[in-house]
């Protein structure tokens, strides 16, 4: 069965995209990376001789600082598709230790509203080469991380106003 939005319904099978034939629940994705690359080449990783986690473990955290690599906030870079369905990958921003310790004040406050964050993207994406790309981050949602608003970097400021085919990032996803 077919409906108007372009959705193809199968009894055994669930709804399936007519654009690229997956199914619909894996065009809404969200991906979440546990360490920035940097970290992740480390021996320790996170577990580094000094470093700060915001929370208990990686996947929890909203922040963190390894000596010798750098301090991190963690950011939503939504990447969109026809059909009104976006990716979103929840990506490590490196950022100056000055704007992790302000970001960290007012994290859990009324203020987290009016956060803005420059620094670098600090994962490397499956169908880009942005590693280091300077990214502006912005809280959108006050129940949500920032998210990557703007780019100085051409290939960034692309992912960002781009809709990009379905099988061009869906393919490239776990």
């Known amino acids: 069965m077919r409906d108007d939005a372009g959705v193809t319904w199968t009894d055994s099978e ?18 979440r990376y546990r360490l920035p690359d940097p970290v992740l080449a480390l021996p320790g990783r996170e577990h580094t001789e000094g470093s700060w986690l915001s929370h208990a473990d990686a996947n929890q955290s909203v922040m963190m600082m390894v000596p010798t690599v750098g301090t991190f906030v963690r950011v939503l870079l939504p990447v ?38 420059d620094g ?3 994962n490397a994406l499956p169908a880009w080469d942005l590693l280091a790309a300077p990214a502006e981050a912005a809280v959108q949602n006050p129940e949500e991380t920032p998210y990557i608003v703007d780019s100085s970097d051409p290939g960034l400021k692309k992912v960002l106003a781009t809709v990009w085919p379905h099988d061009e990032i869906l393919a490239g996803l776990p």
């Not at 669930?14 to 991906?31: E, Q, S, W």
């Not at 490590?92 to 956060?115: K, M, N």
């Open 14 to 31: 669930g709804a399936a995209c007519l654009t690229c034939g997956r199914p619909i629940d894996a065009h809404n994705r969200h991906v």
């Open 80 to 117: 969109r598709l026809p059909g009104g369905y976006t990716v979103t990958f929840g990506v490590w921003l490196g950022v100056h230790p000055d704007d992790l310790q302000r970001a960290f004040s007012i994290w859990w406050t009324l203020e987290y509203v009016d956060l803005r964050l």
């Open 120 to 122: 670098r993207l600090a």
